[in-house]
Structures are given as C-alpha cells and as structure tokens.
C-alpha cells in the first residue's frame, strides 16, 4: 500500500511529514514497519509524557476501555472528578472545566475572563499576551496566537487583544496606563514561538502588577505542563498565584483530554448552559490523565526526573562548552529544549532527516530551531545515545561551513 500516496490524495495537507510509518511504540522507543527504532525526543508534541505503552497506562486503558467509553455530561463521570480534584490540590483552590484539546481550553479561558469582565471586571476588558505566543488553532486562540503565519489569513474576533514583549516590564505598565486589561495569559516556556523560558523574575513582576491592577493571571501550561519542567506546572517554579491554569497535551497520557483550572475568581462564573462540549471530559481520557497522576505523585518517579533532567543540562552545558560556535543560544526547562541553530530552514530539515537516518526524532520549530521534548521517563542512556548521535551531525556540518 502506497501510504504516501494516499495521505496526498485524501488528507488536506496542515503539516509536513517525515518519511516514516510508525508500527509500535514502546518505551522511549518508536518502530517503524521495517523495524527500525527511533528514540523519541518529540511525544507527539509533548503528548507521550510516560512514552510509549507505559505499563500504567496500558492498565488503565484495559480497566476504563472494558467499562465505559462515553457517557456524556448528563452522568457524574467518577475518572473525570478524581483528575479535577488531584489536579486542583496540586495547584491553585478551584474548579476545572475539561475540554478535548488545547484550543478549546484556550477557548474556555477567553469566555470565562470575558464573562468576569461583564460580572466583576469594572470596566476591564481583552488579554495582554506575549509576541510570539502560540494559544491554540480556532479563531479565538487564533487572535491570542502572536505569529504572524498562524493569525493573517484568518478573521478575527473583536476582543481586545495586547501584544507585549517577552520580560518588558514597562512595556506591560504603558499598556496598563492606557488601557484596562481584564488579563494576562502567557505560556512559561514559550514553545512554537522557540522554545523561550520567562524569567522568575518577570513571571513574579507580572504576577505583581495584576495584582496592582486587579487583572487576572492566566497561564498557559498546554506544553510545559505535567512535569514537562519539573514541576508540575512550570509556574510553580516561580512561587506566583495564577487565576487560570490551562493544560492539555501530556494531561490525557496520550488520548485527548485538555482544560482550565479556575481560581476563585473565575470557577463560578460559568452557569449550566453557558458552555460545553459532548466529548469532554472522554472517561478514558481521564483514567489515563489518573494514571499519569499516579506516576508523578510516586517519589521515585520524581527523583529519577529531576535526576535526569539535571543529567540532560550538564550534558547539554558541556557540548555548548565544546561546540560554542554550534550551541550559541542554547536554552529552555527541564524536558524541554531549543537549540537554535544558525544554519538555512533546509540545512535545518536536512539535519532532522539525518538524525531520523541515524534513530533520533527531534522536532524542528521556527524553521531553524531544534527542540526536544522527551518523555520524562527519558534516561541518562537515551541522553548519551542522542548527544552523541547530535554531535557527530553538528561537527559534519561546521566541517562543510568551514
Ligand atoms: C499545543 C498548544 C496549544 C494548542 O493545543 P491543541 O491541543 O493543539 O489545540 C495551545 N497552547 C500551547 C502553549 C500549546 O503548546
């Protein structure tokens, strides 16, 4: 079967492929169907955050998937009530509102700082988000999304939207001087805009004047959320209090499952009937969610991440040390990793490929950029295995430059 082929013909093309059929997973490893293994430092996006066929998850879809798949909102969905009430008491007092994806928890978000600004707002109005942003596809998120390529062709909703810069303090007071924000949303680490980590200090002064102002905090942890970072939400490393927490990716251990966390000023604002949708919270979705839960509440668990997330730095820090001229701008948190690189968006592509030829899959983002987004059950070996791999291919290309 010419599967290539049949993609061009019947699926509307919204994202390159590389040039593999994915067989199997398991572990830290895909297989494709000829068997080769490719050490899996994408996850789906930061979906696999255990990897693959994790022994946890297996069991949990075996128990929820011989149970019930679907029931809908009409019923108490008991999977869907244990991950809102684990995920709370790791975070903020509140109350969760679970969607199917990222972009609908984005969406979720600008509904409920809308509906705050009708109830409690005084007057306050639209959301602060950073340059370079990414919050999600549909057209709400879309207008919060702050990359020219993913907004210009598309309409866009009405509401007030303000751009700022990454760590621009002032920036952020001139606005609240002329305007009156309802809020600010920010992703910690951005992650399509580059794999860019906000300072504590930024994330603690913006933190500050919301609190000044009266404007709510709102964080996006879509990507550096369930442990990506090493905490749980990358926030937490910065002591703040956000109002809003969205999650998704990683949060369904692998099946859809996203949503808001809603701090008490916002966790009432919703009424029966303001909104909803049928899939959410998928049961299934939330036993896999428990299941992760269940791993990153295990201490040895955490001790290995936090040990191997240190591993990965120093490892990365020492080849910076060796390949300066290569690794100049090195950066990011915990499992999540931007290597800009300064060579051509093909030269980009090429090395991709080659480390696919060689049993790497990184991901490629602002067309230069590699980053890395392992599982967290990633290993010391699996750390070796790619540096080495990566350095071979980054000496092959300063020895054609030079
Ligand atoms: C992936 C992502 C989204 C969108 O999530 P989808 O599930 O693709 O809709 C939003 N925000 C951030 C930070 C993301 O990484």
Redesign the pocket.
């Known amino acids: 079967m010419d599967w290539r082929s049949l993609d061009e013909q019947y699926i509307i093309s919204t994202y390159k492929r590389l040039p593999i059929a994915i067989a199997k997973g398991e572990g830290n490893y895909l297989y494709d169907t000829t068997g080769k293994s490719y050490l899996d430092l994408f996850t789906g ?2 979906v696999n955050v255990l990897g693959h066929s994790h022994p946890k998850i297996v069991e949990a879809l075996k128990e929820q998937g011989t149970q019930f798949l679907h029931i809908s909102n009409i019923f108490l969905n008991q999977p869907a009530i244990k991950l809102a009430k684990r995920l709370v008491d790791a975070t903020i007092p509140g109350k969760v509102f679970f969607s199917n ?4 928890a ?1 969406e979720a978000a600008i509904k409920l700082i809308h509906k705050w600004s009708k109830t409690d707002g005084a007057g306050r109005d639209g959301i602060v988000v950073l340059r370079n942003s ?4 549909t057209l709400g ?1 879309v207008r919060l999304t702050r990359q020219a390529h993913v907004y210009q062709d598309f309409p866009q909703p009405s509401f007030p939207v303000y751009e700022l810069e990454v760590e621009d303090m002032d920036g952020l007071r001139a606005i609240c001087k002329n305007e009156k924000p309802a809020a600010v949303l920010m ?1 910690p680490v951005l ?2 805009g580059g794999v860019i980590p906000l300072s504590e200090d930024f994330l603690r002064d913006v933190a500050a004047v919301c609190q000044e102002e009266g404007m709510l905090l709102a964080m ?1 942890e ?2 550096t959320g369930m442990g990506r970072t090493g905490k749980l939400f990358a926030y937490q490393h910065a002591g703040i209090t956000p109002d809003l927490i969205l999650f ?2 990683g949060v369904g251990g692998g099946l859809p499952l ?1 949503g808001v966390i809603a701090g008490p000023r916002l966790m009432n604002q919703f009424k029966p009937g303001d909104h909803g949708t049928t899939f959410a919270p998928s049961p299934l979705s939330a036993a896999l969610g428990n299941a992760v839960m269940d791993e990153w509440t295990d201490p040895a668990f955490a001790s290995h991440v936090e040990e191997v997330i240190e591993y990965l730095w120093s490892s990365l820090v020492s080849l910076q040390e060796r390949l300066p001229e290569q690794l100049q701008a090195l950066r990011g948190k915990g499992m999540m990793v931007g290597i800009p690189l300064s060579v051509s968006p093909e030269e980009a592509s090429r090395l991709q490929q080659n480390l696919l030829e060689d049993g790497i899959l990184v991901d490629i983002t602002q067309k230069t950029i590699v980053r890395l987004l392992p599982p967290l059950t990633l290993t010391k070996e699996d750390v070796d295995f790619f540096l080495g791999v990566f350095t071979r291919h980054l000496n092959a290309i300063s020895a054609k430059e030079a």
């Not at 994806?101 to 609908?104: C, F, L, R, T, Y």
């Not at 990414?134 to 596809?137: K, L, M, S």
């Open positions: 996006l930061a994806s990222g972009a609908e984005t990414f919050h999600g596809r998120a992703e992650g399509s996006d879509i990507q998704a990716k996203g």
